[in-house]
């Protein structure tokens, strides 16, 4: 995907809403909104959005894991595995 591809100026923007709104949806491609020949945004439909928020949530969670394993802060796995079995058994 190329973002050049898709950029628009403000005033499209303004004067042309619902025809962007459903282009975004329908392409699911985001679009580089200019003010003044400056790219000052960058819109996408919300199902696009939440699906990236949710990609970036894992890639937090991994880059956490690797620097815990960097840092030494692990433990084995039976140890892991243990400590899950006595919370559930203290819960029941």
Do not use: C, F, W
């Not at 949806?25 to 959005?49: C, F, M, W």
């Amino acid at each position: 995907m190329r973002l050049s591809k898709q950029v628009k100026p403000i005033s499209y923007l303004k004067s042309h809403a619902a025809e962007v709104l459903r282009t975004l949806r329908e392409r699911r491609e985001p679009l580089v909104i200019t003010q003044n020949g400056e790219a000052k945004a960058v819109i996408q439909d919300l199902e696009s959005y939440e699906e990236t928020q949710e990609t970036l949530a894992l890639l937090k969670i991994l880059a956490m894991g690797n620097r815990d394993i960097e840092e030494g802060r692990t433990s084995p796995v039976e140890d892991a595995v243990a400590r899950l079995r006595t919370s559930r058994s203290s819960e029941a």
